[in-house]
């Protein structure tokens, strides 16, 4: 146990020692990593921070039906009636003109307009949630409520959110895909780079060969190298998805207060930072796994 | 210890570097290998070492038959053996020190006792003031001398030496032969092969002739 820890602490050491040999060479390297990382990375973070907002507005699914302005309370009472018994309906929340009235008028800035209105604007309405919250069932049931007389308007209040789960779904599946891309790519890279590697210190893999050195030892330095490579282009990615996100920030929080949002462009949270580290380590031993696969065939 | 059972060895074209060679080297013995160059002493040695595989007969080593040895194996056979190469096969990017240190670290000896016996084995080759040194910084002899030091460092039970004077003066030829012949007094057993026969008066010789062994 105390060999063999001793034994890894040589490999990562040497490894080390070799990346610091070429310093420039291993900073375009890790650079070139990082940048294919980052571009994965930045997207979970962009769709961190959207499913954050989307998370912030309910999504119970409901429908909202107005009666015409002109229509007579009794008229609302009597849909009101046909809601309830309405097979598929859960429950009916009537919402009177007057209430709507007082609500925006406690509203800020509202209360003027209203004022100068000669009579109220707002029609009776009611929110109604469903059995069945189905996108295509609920619009089946706004389709039917259209045609009820004295209605005026019928909408799906959940509509847009539905179109955002869905748009953050695309987001995910691309950013999936982008990672699995740049994935191989950073497999690719550490392949190669390790192949350059083995040949550089041929000599020393031969002489330890024959000193009596298993495909272990002999392995080792490079599966760190790889490790090595991977971690520190996964930091790199880091820092520049990082460093965007600060710089980000104060322009998007702006452009979010004229839109009546409060957005704080949030950084890679500790998992996914986690995860972007492990994913770029892996694969960097991966190329290097392969990459050492491939040359020990031949002995 | 080692015994050759009607071995031979072909090199790919067809060109025979052993034919039916039977030998035995008992343990704690030390013989010679002779013969002209090209008679066959590098590919016996290799042989032994399992760098080279026999093409035909038997050759087994501690009564294991190395055609039977799985691949896995060869590592460890190789540990037990110190083998000086006729070229040398020095590392150029590593000290003098990290040279002689490789089969220690290649077996995981412990790093503390590990630079003490580093220190010894260079202490008793004469480089003990050189263990700083990179190896194109030596004579040839010096060089050939660290080769030494590498193949004796893990206190193997068997040393196999590819013309380990062929550099050297005759004051140092005689040192260096005098540093086998301390291993083979302690109980090694040493296998040289080598022109200058003259070094060990004492010790057996195998005598090749175009790849055959002369009795
Ligand atoms: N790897 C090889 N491939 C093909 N032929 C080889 C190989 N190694 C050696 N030979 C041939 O085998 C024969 C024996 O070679 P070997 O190296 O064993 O001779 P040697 O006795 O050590 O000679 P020297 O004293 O010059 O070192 C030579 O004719 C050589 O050309
Ligand atoms: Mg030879």
């Keep these: 146990m105390r060999v063999w820890l001793s034994q890894h602490q040589d490999a990562a050491r040497l490894a080390v020692r070799r990346l610091a040999a070429a310093p420039v060479n291993s900073l375009l390297s890790l650079l070139a990593i990082g940048i294919a990382l980052a571009l994965p990375a930045g997207g979970q973070m962009l769709l961190a921070n959207a499913l954050h907002l989307s998370g912030a507005t309910s999504a119970v699914p409901q429908i909202s039906i107005f009666m015409a302005a002109n229509a007579e309370r009794q008229a609302a009472s009597e849909i009101g009636e046909r809601l309830g018994r309405y097979a598929g309906v859960r429950q009916v929340l009537f919402v009177p003109r007057e209430e709507t009235l007082a609500r925006m008028k406690s509203g800020p800035g509202l209360r003027e307009v209203i004022e100068a209105l000669p009579a109220n604007p707002f029609p009776d309405a009611f929110v109604v949630s469903v059995a069945d919250e189905s996108l295509a069932a609920m619009e089946r049931l706004a389709v039917e409520f259209r045609q009820w007389p004295r209605i005026e308007h019928v909408q799906l209040d959940s509509a847009w959110v539905r179109r955002l789960d869905a748009l953050l779904k695309l987001g995910r599946t691309s950013v999936m895909l982008l990672a699995a891309l740049l994935g191989m790519g950073l497999i690719a890279i550490s392949f190669s780079l390790i192949r350059m590697q083995v040949l550089t210190h041929r000599a020393e893999i031969e002489v330890s060969r024959l000193l009596g050195a298993t495909n272990g030892f002999i392995q080792r330095p490079f599966l760190y190298f790889g490790i090595l490579l991977g971690l520190g282009g996964g930091v790199v990615a880091w820092l520049l998805v990082t460093a965007a996100a600060l710089w980000l920030r104060a322009p998007l929080a702006e452009l979010a207060r004229l839109y009546d949002l409060t957005l704080a462009l949030q950084t890679l949270g500790a998992r996914d930072s986690a995860l972007l580290l492990g994913f770029a380590a892996g694969l960097g031993w991966l190329g290097a796994m392969i990459s050492m696969r491939q040359h020990m065939q031949q002995y | ?215």
């Design chain 2, 1 to 215: 210890m080692i015994r050759f059972e009607r071995v031979s060895k072909r090199y790919p074209p067809g060109l025979d570097a052993l034919s039916d060679v039977s030998c035995e080297v008992t343990e704690h013995e030390m013989a010679l290998v002779c013969g002209h160059s090209g008679a066959g002493k590098s590919t016996l040695l290799k042989l032994i070492a399992g760098i080279e595989k026999p093409s035909g007969g038997a050759l087994l080593i501690g009564g294991q038959n190395l055609a039977a040895l799985p691949r896995s194996a060869l590592p460890f056979l190789r540990r037990r053996i110190g083998m000086v190469f006729q070229d040398q096969k020095l590392l150029f990017d590593r000290s003098v020190f990290d040279n002689v240190m490789l089969p220690l670290a290649i077996v995981g000896f412990p790093r503390r006792d590990a630079a003490q016996r580093v220190r010894a084995a260079l202490d008793k080759v004469g480089l003990a003031s050189r263990e700083k040194a990179m190896p194109v910084m030596l004579s040839g002899g010096e060089q050939q001398r660290l080769a030494i030091a590498r193949a004796v460092v893990n206190r193997p039970s068997l040393l196999l030496a590819d013309e380990p004077t062929a550099h050297l003066d005759a004051q140092t030829a005689a040192d260096v032969a005098r540093i086998f012949h301390e291993f083979h007094h302690v109980g090694v057993t040493v296998l040289i092969a080598t022109y200058a026969t003259e070094l060990f008066p004492a010790a057996r010789r195998l005598q090749l002739d175009h790849g055959r062994l002369l009795s």
